[in-house]
């Protein structure tokens, strides 16, 4: 059993920056590939970026490429979204997820659990 929890959203104006974490308990998560994903209002939940569980391979959607980085400490437990360039469009409540697998492009019912969310709003 994971268990998730994200922390670091909140307000920024546009350009600025914000590292989100997804902190885990369990001893096996090392062995786990995380996401990110994010919800804007009526919309669709998207991934945004998605890392191996050794670290050494990584998936970017396309409005995030080139802006933000996931990153993992798998001594802490703890999984990063550094995001910056932030824009308005980025509005969303952020989520992890973690899996055995690393497939970044399956669905989201695949991936086996998940955190509760955290809000970033970026502002113009």
């Known amino acids: 059993q994971v268990q998730l929890g994200e922390s670091g959203g909140g307000l920024v104006q546009a350009g600025g920056s914000l590292r989100l974490s997804c902190a885990a308990s369990?001893?096996?998560?090392?062995?786990?590939?995380v996401g990110w994903f994010r919800q804007a209002p009526g919309k669709e939940r998207e991934v945004v970026a998605v890392i191996s569980w050794s670290g050494s391979r990584t998936y970017y959607g396309d409005s995030v490429a080139g802006r933000f980085t996931i990153s993992r400490d798998n001594a802490k437990n703890t999984v990063y979204l550094q995001m910056n360039s932030l824009k308005p469009e980025d509005t969303a409540v952020y989520y992890c997820a973690a899996d055995p697998a690393f497939r970044p492009t399956m669905s989201l019912r695949e991936w086996s659990y998940w955190g509760q969310g955290t809000q970033v709003t970026v502002s113009s």
């Open positions: 369990g001893r096996t998560f090392s062995s786990y590939a």
